[in-house]
């Protein structure tokens, strides 16, 4: 079966810095994609990755290894804004998007 | 603000009442979507419509109906549902390329709470 692993639920602090890993196993591999919720938001897009290496955009960045099933998203200079939930999505050979159970994050002062 | 509007925010219904969900997306995509979101589990892809024609029900119970009418508009219809569906219900569009690489935009979606 298909499945998407994250952790359920982080804590950091504000002015850190926060890795939220993501591991798949999918049938083929399309690209992966972060999404950033809000508690009672829209899920809104943070980026994609489809080739091995490290996207940066801003604060934020998202490496990916296909060779290992693995990405992560970086958070830097945590803000209390940066609460929310993280929610990684991987598209398969299909063109469908299977989802994680998303990962809560928790910035404390 | 995302560009796709749904209404109600929120929901109670009984079981048997019909209600419906609306989506409308301001984008100019060509392919709207209907997620089930419940709590501390992954987004579960229900409707595809792709230039109004749906591609995709991943055995979605009948009790939920959707419905296109154009490709700006989405409903959900929904009847006799149980206290198990009780969840947040998520509309996107998307612009449809092939191969289909884009990303979703979503509503901020309707809380539903079925008693």
């Known amino acids: 079966g298909q499945n998407i692993d994250q952790p359920t639920e982080m804590t950091a602090t504000e002015g850190a810095i926060v890795q939220i890993n993501c591991t798949y196993q999918?049938?083929?591999?399309?690209?992966l994609f972060w999404y950033q919720q809000h508690a009672g938001e829209a899920p809104t897009f943070l980026s994609y990755?489809?080739l091995d290496g490290l996207e940066e955009k801003g604060r934020f960045s998202s490496f990916l290894s296909r060779s290992k099933g693995y990405s992560y998203l970086l958070l830097k200079e945590l803000q209390m804004k940066d609460s929310a939930s993280y929610l990684c999505a991987v598209m398969d050979s299909n063109y469908q998007l299977i989802w994680g159970a998303g990962t809560k994050l928790i910035i404390k002062p | 603000e995302t560009g796709v509007t749904q209404t109600p925010r929120h929901l109670v219904m009984g079981m048997t009442n019909k209600k419906s969900l609306k989506c409308e997306q301001h984008?100019?995509?060509?392919?709207m979507y209907w997620y089930k979101q419940s709590a501390k589990k992954p987004l579960e892809l229900m409707f595809v419509y792709n230039f109004k024609e749906q591609t995709e029900n991943n055995s979605v119970p009948s009790r939920f109906s959707p419905e296109c009418p154009n490709s700006s508009h989405l409903f959900l219809h929904l009847h006799t549902l149980q206290p198990e569906d009780s969840a947040l219900y998520l509309c996107a569009s998307s612009q449809v390329e092939q191969p289909n690489t884009g990303e979703l935009f979503f509503g901020e979606g309707s809380r539903l709470t079925v008693l």
């Open positions: 984008l100019g995509h060509n392919a």
């Open positions: 999918t049938s083929g591999f399309n690209g």
């Open positions: 990755n489809v």
